[in-house]
């Protein structure tokens, strides 16, 4: 069994920055690829960026490119997902999955956060 904790969310302004956490307990750590995804009200989830188990690839979506950074430290069994540059749009649950290999699709990550409120207010 894989438990994932979210934390660091919060209610910032539009520019401002927020840098989630996700630990990760009960695996080995680096066995997995690392997700983080967000749902907003009244939308689906949606990717937001992933990487690989020892952080050598990263994915992430167009609308986040350049704002957001996932990083990982192996020893510390934590993704991070740093955002830059927040905007209203981004206000959302964010989540973090993990799985055995990097991907875009939810449906390649086998365990899940949570999730950690992000509201960024204009």
């Known amino acids: 069994q894989v438990q994932l904790v979210e934390s660091g969310g919060g209610l910032v302004q539009a520019g401002d920055s927020l840098k989630l956490s996700c630990a990760v307990s009960?695996?080995?750590?680096?066995?997995?690829?690392m997700g983080w995804f967000r749902q907003a009200p009244g939308k689906e989830r949606e990717f937001v960026a992933a990487?690989?188990?020892?952080?050598?690839?990263?994915f992430y979506a167009d609308s986040v490119k350049g704002r957001f950074t996932i990083s990982r430290d192996n020893t510390k069994n934590t993704v991070y997902l740093q955002m830059n540059i927040l905007k209203p749009e981004d206000t959302a649950v964010f989540y973090c999955?993990?799985?055995?290999?990097?991907?875009?699709?939810?449906?390649?990550?086998?365990?899940w956060g949570q999730g950690t409120q992000v509201t960024v207010s204009s």
């Open positions: 999955a993990a799985g055995a290999s990097i991907s875009v699709l939810a449906s390649r990550y086998n365990y």
């Open positions: 009960g695996r080995t750590f680096s066995g997995y690829a």
């Open positions: 990487i690989s188990r020892y952080g050598g690839t990263t």
